[in-house]
């Protein structure tokens, strides 16, 4: 038997990165899992992937009807749900005098308003006991070059943790947030050049305390603990980082 038969969980962003790594130990453990994701061709592969536990459903996190449909769809699926890891977000490099509202408009949609409106949607699916996690960043305590849309979307993320565990405490919902540092999770060979990407990774790592980068599925391991362990923690954020936020 699996630590997770029986659970049934949905993971927004869900086709690539943390959400797949995270969809892959829940679903290797026993749990059926409804991941999302925006590009079809890579839900299909992450689907294929996954295997029969596993569900795939096309969804725009910066869409409330998309958002909507998605709690109709997930509520068909299970009735109830176990854990929901709100992963969906992009990334965005552009120093502060470059950067567009268009950027971060993008940024602050689908990084903040995105999650923030699928815990509402899925709140009524929710069993008591269950636990959200929220994905926010190193980036929302250091102050990077390059990255300050993107890290005020993830410090409203943290904002916002704090905020719904506090308002679902009465439904018995616990709501965490696990915090990447440097992952090599393939986010920035879709953000910028390969070399650039590759030299970035590069200086991560050399910055790192551990003088590496994490994996996907340590990451996805801090979520499970989030989602079903750790069951007298709320409002808490936890980082994987190596250290690099902490020391």
């Known amino acids: 038997m699996g630590k997770y038969d029986g659970k049934h969980v949905v993971i927004t962003g869900g086709s690539s990165g943390f959400g797949l790594a995270t969809a892959q130990l829940l679903v290797d453990e026993g749990a059926r899992v409804l991941i999302t994701g925006r590009n ?25 009807p998309d958002i909507d449909a998605l709690a109709d769809r997930v509520k068909a699926e299970f009735g109830t749900v176990d854990a929901l890891f709100a992963n969906a977000g ?101 953000s910028m050049p390969k070399e650039a990407a590759e030299q970035t990774k590069a200086q991560m790592a050399a910055d790192n305390p551990m003088l590496r980068m994490g994996t996907p599925a340590e990451v996805a391991r801090a979520v499970a603990f989030l989602a079903f362990d750790a069951t007298f923690t709320t409002g808490a954020e936890l980082a994987v980082d190596g250290g690099g936020s902490q020391i």
Not at 121 to 139: I, M, Q
Not at 154 to 182: D, H, W
């Open 90 to 190: 992009v990334n965005g490099f552009a120093p502060f005098e470059e950067t567009s509202e268009e950027l971060f408009d993008q940024l602050l949609t689908i990084n903040a308003k995105g999650p923030y409106f699928t815990v509402q949607k899925l709140v009524p699916l929710l069993a008591e006991g269950s636990g959200v996690v929220l994905t926010t960043s190193v980036a929302n305590v250091l102050g990077l070059p390059a990255l300050s849309a993107y890290a005020a979307s993830k410090a409203a993320l943290r904002s916002m943790t704090r905020g719904l565990a506090r308002e679902l405490l009465p439904r018995k919902i616990r709501v965490n947030a696990v915090s990447p540092g440097p992952i090599d999770s393939g986010i920035l060979e879709k």
């Open 40 to 64: 079809q061709a890579t839900l299909d592969a992450a689907r294929d992937q996954l295997g029969d536990n596993a569900i795939a459903v096309r969804s725009d996190a910066a869409s409330l």
